[in-house]
């Protein structure tokens, strides 16, 4: 912890991939943290000493634990022993792709109920500028006090990199973090919290400053994985191979970032939180075009994976019904557990609804449901097959959607008759070639 900076007590309402690493990193420069979770396993967990979020150090939590530095309650009196709040709850979208606050709501409603003086409350959550003032803010005041006067509200987004520990080397006590307080007040007392941690603070003028650059950054993805999604199709049909021209595109120092092609995109963020901008934006008269086009764009990304798998079926005279297909890799990218809003949800339903027999292969994934949707009408929970030699023969084809670096994929191309290979993870694979389908190069002759 910075030197100067005081240790304070902190709570974190709502404990998963975003809430946890942040209430051990918290804890681990000295504050003490109690998490606050509306899931009483969760909760027990923690007050065990077990880990269940892949960012965070299973060794580093337990001592945090047993230090009594950490530790969790399903109930929120505990706010009344803290002096600031973080608030990590989910922001889903419901049916009709509308912003579902409710998590946020009843998250707020918990803390007025137990709101003091001088309380500092900061909402993690993602969502749509405005969110922080206009329906934070009017909740915490039916507790009588006023904010930027009694207490002190700010809004910081989490920029999370699943996965991304360990290995780039991103994780919250060293990625910047921004930071937009009601007054300048609430700016200067969340940012001293937040730069306990031990990275940068960038300050900005307001809570919806700090809610749109959320925004901003998960578009900039969403937008820029669809532009590449659409050369790659277009660079089927020109017999060019996409990944060869990304490699090289990306040989120039500046002006260029790569982005890749794939089955479409998936978690908790990307395909959620740019509809939460479009959504506020028709407040204003005003329609957000690139976002409605980079969705329309990634979300027929499944689609194209099942043509390919079809066409490669075709190639060796059968057809989807009735053909075996192995999907490997669920999770929404590669080397985490996190399988929500997956494409290979939608691969598999499609895969289905066209008579396949479907499994799936996933080390990080044990169990994956799909259906329950108008592509699926069924409930399906499947179980993770193990990828040995058998299972792989026994396939027709064998689609890769998510490419995790554990698996063997020179084993996959060995053995299985047809691979479809739609993140270029078989691009090291040397035998076996002809066999693969890889999105966004030429179909082999
Ligand atoms: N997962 C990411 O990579 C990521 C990255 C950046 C931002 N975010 C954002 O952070 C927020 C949280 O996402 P997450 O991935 O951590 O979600 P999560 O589902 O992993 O965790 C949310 C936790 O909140 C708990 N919870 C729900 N309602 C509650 C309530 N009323 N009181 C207390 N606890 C409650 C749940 O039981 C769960 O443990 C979302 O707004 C998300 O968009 C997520």
């Keep these: ?210 809610e749109m650059t959320k925004m901003l950054e998960n578009i900039y993805r969403s937008v820029n994985i669809a532009l590449v999604n659409e050369l790659a199709l277009l660079a089927e049909r020109m017999q060019i191979d996409f990944w060869e021209v990304i490699e090289a595109a990306r040989t120039k120092p500046f002006g260029f970032m790569p982005f890749y092609p794939g089955a479409g995109v998936g978690g908790h963020c990307i395909p959620v939180d740019p509809y939460y901008l479009s959504w506020k934006a028709r407040e204003y008269d005003f329609y957000t075009k690139f976002i409605e086009l980079a969705a329309e764009v990634n979300q027929a990304m499944p689609f194209h994976v099942v043509e390919l798998i079809g066409q490669g079926l075709g190639r060796h005279g059968r057809a989807l019904r009735d053909a075996r297909v192995l999907v490997v890799g669920v999770a929404f990218k590669a080397d985490v557990d996190d399988a929500r809003n997956s494409p290979a949800q939608r691969v598999m339903e499609l895969l289905l609804t066209r008579g396949a027999h479907v499994a799936y292969h996933d080390p990080y994934v044990p169990q994956f449901s799909i259906g329950g949707n108008v592509f699926y009408r069924e409930k399906r929970t499947f179980q993770s097959l193990p990828l040995t030699d058998q299972v792989i023969r026994q396939q027709d084809c064998v689609v890769i959607v998510t490419g995790h670096h554990s698996v063997d994929y020179g084993r996959i191309v060995r053995w299985a008759p047809l691979v479809v290979d739609s993140c270029n993870a078989t691009a090291r694979v040397r035998n076996g070639r002809e066999k693969i389908i890889r999105l966004g190069t030429a179909l082999p002759r």
Excluded at 89 to 109: C, F, G, H, Q, W
Excluded at 158 to 177: F, I, M, Y
């Design 1 to 210: 912890m910075a030197e100067g900076t005081e240790r304070i007590r902190v709570a974190v309402i709502g404990l998963g991939y975003v809430g946890l690493p942040l209430a051990t990193a918290l804890a681990a420069v000295g504050h003490t943290v109690v998490g606050v979770d509306v899931n009483a396993e969760r909760v027990r967990q923690i007050n065990q000493g077990q880990n269940y979020i892949p960012d965070v150090s299973d060794e580093e939590l337990a001592e945090l634990v047993a230090a009594g530095r950490l530790r969790a309650t399903t109930d929120y009196e505990a706010l009344r022993e803290v002096e600031a709040i973080f608030i990590c709850v989910p922001t889903p979208l419901d049916a009709m792709r509308a912003p579902d606050l409710s998590y946020i709501v009843k998250a707020s409603e918990g803390i007025a109920r137990r709101l003091q003086p001088g309380h500092l409350v900061i909402l993690q959550s993602t969502t749509y500028p405005g969110t922080t003032e206009e329906v934070v803010l009017p909740i915490l005041e039916r507790s009588g006090l006023k904010a930027g006067v009694d207490f002190n509200l700010a809004f910081s987004p989490e920029r999370l990199d699943p996965g991304q520990t360990g290995s780039k080397g991103w994780n919250v006590a060293n990625t910047p973090k921004v930071v937009g307080g009601l007054t300048p007040q609430c700016t200067e007392r969340a940012a001293d919290l937040l730069a306990s941690l031990g990275a940068p603070v960038h300050l900005v003028s307001a809570p919806r400053v700090a």
